[in-house]
């Protein structure tokens, strides 16, 4: 059964900061990840999906690696802003590749 | 907004009630699913949709029952609910089981 961990599961920083959320899955046959973000209450948006047969993508500051062999994503976040504060979430898809499979989140917190 | 519509954004409802949860997407998806998403757990999937035929129930009780009557609508129907299923319940859709997922805002459902 696949599992999806997060860590850490929350993290505070300064403004301006660089930072690394980390996920780790324990089956390496997925067809592809994806990063979300959830602010408080609200539904997800996505951030970035990799597909399996990419080791990284980016979208402005956002920079997320995949190594499948690893079992291992990395979503980096370059000059951390307070707008970035929100829960981070990590998903894989299913063997069936029906559907995803969460971890439990990231909750970021930047200070001004 | 993106693109995927969940009606009500809050629902109070007692044990005895019946009540649904609508969710809409204008995106051309042909996937669709629910997710239940309680404090300090992942997110659970519940139900897959594809072309309007149920293709994964994960083991949710009867007293939740989903209908999809075309691509763009899914309902999730209740009825003698119990104060544990309290929680956010997300809709998303994809094109694919493998494609990137666009999730609804949420209802945020407390059971009385």
């Known amino acids: 059964k696949q599992e999806v961990t997060q860590i850490p599961a929350a993290l505070s920083v300064p403004e301006g900061e660089n930072l690394v959320l980390n996920c780790s899955f324990t089956?390496?046959?997925?067809?592809?990840l994806q990063w979300f973000r959830q602010d408080p209450g609200k539904g997800l948006t996505s951030l970035l999906l990799?597909?399996?047969?990419?080791r990284e993508q980016t979208s402005g500051r956002l920079n997320a690696s995949l190594d499948k062999s690893s079992g291992r994503s990395t979503l980096y976040i370059a000059a951390s802003q307070p707008g970035d504060s929100a829960t981070y979430l990590c998903?894989?898809?299913?063997?069936?590749?029906?559907?995803?499979?969460f971890g439990k989140g990231t909750t970021l917190s930047v200070s001004s | 907004e993106t693109g995927v519509t969940q009606t009500p954004r809050h629902l109070v409802m007692g044990m005895t009630n019946k009540k649904s949860l609508k969710c809409e997407q204008h995106?051309?998806?042909?996937?669709m699913y629910w997710y239940k998403q309680s404090a300090k757990k992942p997110l659970e999937l519940m139900f897959v949709?594809?072309?309007?035929?149920?293709?994964e129930n994960n083991s949710v009780p009867s007293r939740f029952s989903p209908e999809c009557p075309n691509s763009s609508h899914l309902f999730l129907h209740l009825h003698t609910l119990q104060p544990e299923d309290s929680a956010l319940y997300l809709c998303?859709?994809?094109?694919?089981?493998?494609?990137?997922?666009?999730f609804g805002q949420g209802t945020r459902l407390t059971v009385v």
């Open positions: 998303a859709s994809t094109i694919g089981g493998n494609t990137e997922a666009f």
């Open positions: 949709y594809n072309f309007k035929e149920q293709t």
């Open positions: 995106l051309g998806h042909n996937a």
């Open positions: 089956d390496s046959a997925i067809y592809n």
């Open positions: 990799i597909q399996s047969s990419q």
């Open positions: 998903a894989v898809t299913n063997q069936a590749g029906t559907a995803l499979i």
